[in-house]
């Protein structure tokens, strides 16, 4: 929300990174160029990750697909993970709307639907929004 990171989720790696920005589109130099980013969360099983989304508070709300399909919304600084399922195994998008930020629409890729749900908290509006 302070537009200070930048998040990034390796689907294969199954692993959530955060990139510190120190000006627009400038990322920090690595400590250890080889192992960029510093690590936020992973999953031990079986599933993959797709696109992010922000929450207000700051938490990431990854989208996880196969296993833990769904989204799961992660505390960046603990890496602690809150898991919201959905009926399809490859959930691959969230992005939050409505009047509070709290409608979260949500790409059910498998069957080709898009759910549209109420979100526990809000998302960060873009830069672009009003």
Known sequence: PDGKTVYAASTSRRVVLA??????????PEPLPAVPGRFVTTWA????LDSLAI???????????????GITSIDPVTGGQEFFP??????????????D??????????TGKL??????RPGLKLNHNA
């Open 45 to 48: 099983n079986k599933t993959y």
């Open 86 to 99: 959905f009926p399809d195994l490859l959930t691959t998008n969230i992005c939050f709307g409505g009047a």
């Open 101 to 110: 930020m709290m409608d979260a629409w949500v790409c059910l890729s498998t």
């Open 19 to 28: 990139f510190d920005i120190i000006s627009p589109g400038v990322l920090a």
């Open 115 to 120: 759910a549209k749900c109420r979100w526990p």
């Open 55 to 69: 929450e207000a508070n700051g938490n990431i709300a990854q989208a996880t697909l196969i296993e833990s399909a």
